[in-house]
């Protein structure tokens, strides 16, 4: 059989966790169930089709958020400026639309740039100078949200329905962005399972340092990942100013909370070299759910807090269970 570099550098695929099975998938499948059963007894509002209609079109930007987060995660870095990031893109975009005059598509590109060169030097200055990309992110959360508040003047930008075509309702009630948000889902679950790339990435996660013996790079790959994080915070951007019809500079605060929690729900690694973008679309089902459920229950914002955190640290403790049981099989 034809090895690659790759190979020779780190696990498999599938040993590695790419590929999740299908215990995984009934396990995450069968804890959203529950959620839907428990809320469904506990308000008689909940289980109908206005909820999940209106729940679909709310998450378009955490669906591909989470995306991007996975990848980070897989390659052992974290992005904590992604809300700060999503404000820059949008305050960018009415920047183009109201100050300069542009049409929606080159404004749209504008801010999905800014997003993604915003990840880039992320992703840049942690490979370069060999810095924790939890403290890189850190300092560009600040820096991003504060030219946020600055193109907008601090105030919220009203735009217009120039982009609520993609949060109004199609067949079923279903919007574009979810379809979006479920294509971007699909692209990059084959991505990474079915790519070079996204074994290189598997491996940079799981041993970097053996990728590198290999003969492969991984610096070009981290800083393309986080670029990558970036541009999916800009796409969630115009999302977001879909539904607001406006762009607000306070956009994302604590947003990143959520991504991380919904791909950790989801099952991959804070450790990296294991994950899946299917199961982070079910951990992004889990944690929508579970906030729609507590808000329609009448739930206070600090019971709500209180239970969405414990939720965070029980997947994180379920994590740290399944990567000791995975060094001890190794």
Do not use: C
Not at 292 to 321: F, H, N
């Amino acid at each position: 059989m034809k090895t690659t570099q790759l190979d020779t550098a780190a696990p498999s695929a599938k040993r590695s966790g790419t590929y999740f099975g299908l215990g995984t998938y009934l396990g995450l499948a069968g804890a959203l169930l529950a959620m839907i059963v428990l809320f469904s007894l506990l308000s008689s509002h909940f289980l109908s089709y206005a909820t999940f209609s209106t729940l679909a079109n709310q998450i378009p930007d955490l669906m591909v958020l989470a995306v991007g987060m996975t990848f980070v995660l897989i390659i052992g870095g974290i992005d904590l400026s992604v809300g700060s990031v999503l404000a820059l893109a949008g305050s960018a975009v009415s920047v183009a639309m109201l100050g300069w005059g542009w049409s929606v598509m080159p404004a749209a590109l504008l801010g999905m740039g800014v997003a993604a060169l915003a990840g880039s030097i992320t992703g840049s200055i942690t490979v370069a100078w060999r810095i924790p990309s939890f403290i890189v992110s850190l300092g560009v959360l600040e820096m991003a949200r504060g030219m946020a508040y600055q193109l907008t003047d601090s105030r919220t930008a009203y735009i217009g329905d120039a982009f609520a075509w993609l949060s109004n309702p199609l067949a079923f009630g279903i919007s574009p962005s979810f379809l979006i948000a479920l294509l971007v889902i699909i692209l990059a679950q084959l991505v990474l399972t079915r790519t070079v790339f996204g074994r290189y990435l598997i491996g940079i996660g799981t041993n970097e340092e053996a990728v590198r013996l290999a003969g492969i790079d991984p610096r070009p790959y981290k800083i393309l990942v986080f670029s990558l994080m970036g541009l999916l915070a800009g796409l969630a951007a115009l999302f977001q100013i879909s539904r607001l019809e406006a762009a607000d500079p306070n956009a994302g605060s604590g947003l990143e909370l959520q991504v991380i929690a919904a791909v950790v729900i989801g099952g991959t690694s804070l450790m990296g070299g294991r994950g899946s973008v299917i199961s982070t679309f079910f951990g992004v089902l889990i944690i929508s759910v579970l906030a729609a459920g507590l808000a329609q229950i009448g739930a206070s914002e600090p019971t709500k807090r209180i239970i969405t955190g414990a939720v965070i640290v029980i997947a994180v403790v379920l994590d740290t269970y399944r990567s000791r049981r995975a060094r001890r099989r190794n």
